[in-house]
Nanobody, 127 residues
Framework: QVHLVESGGGSVQVGGSLRLSCAAS????????MGWFRQAPGKAREGIAY???????TYADSVKDRFTISRDSAKKLLYLKMDSLKSEEKAIYYC?????????????????????WGQGTQVTVSS
């Protein structure tokens, strides 16, 4: 059983940066297949970044070259560095883990690939 808690959200101006963190409290089932999602008001949840056991990453086209996913496996921390933020990226950001993943996920940006989610952290981008 894994419990995830996000932090680091807040308000930032267009073009600014934020770094989100996700801390995992683990009883069992921790893996290194983790992702970040976001959900804007009135929109479906969107997968934006993923990192697997080997450290390979996948990004949505909308965030590629601006967002960076990373982790500290020893501390069970997942990060998302977001640069050049846009106003339309105001959303609740969630981290997620696939507790049955052994090496990598086939569809890492699809929410059905994950079974455990954090409660989310709000990011607001203002002009």
């Amino acid at each position: 059983q894994v419990h995830l808690v996000e932090s680091g959200g807040g308000s930032v101006q267009v073009g600014g940066s934020l770094r989100l963190s996700c801390a995992a409290s683990v009883v069992s089932g921790y893996t290194n297949c983790m992702g970040w999602f976001r959900q804007a008001p009135g929109k479906a949840r969107e997968g934006i970044a993923y990192i697997d056991t080997d450290g390979d990453t996948t990004y949505a086209d909308s965030v590629k070259d601006r967002f960076t996913i990373s982790r500290d496996s020893a501390k069970k921390l997942l990060y998302l560095k977001m640069d050049s933020l846009k106003s339309e990226e105001k959303a609740i950001y969630y981290c997620a883990i696939a507790t049955r993943c052994y090496t990598s996920l086939t569809n890492p940006l699809r929410d059905y690939s994950y079974d455990t989610w954090g409660q989310g952290t709000q990011v607001t981008v203002s002009s």
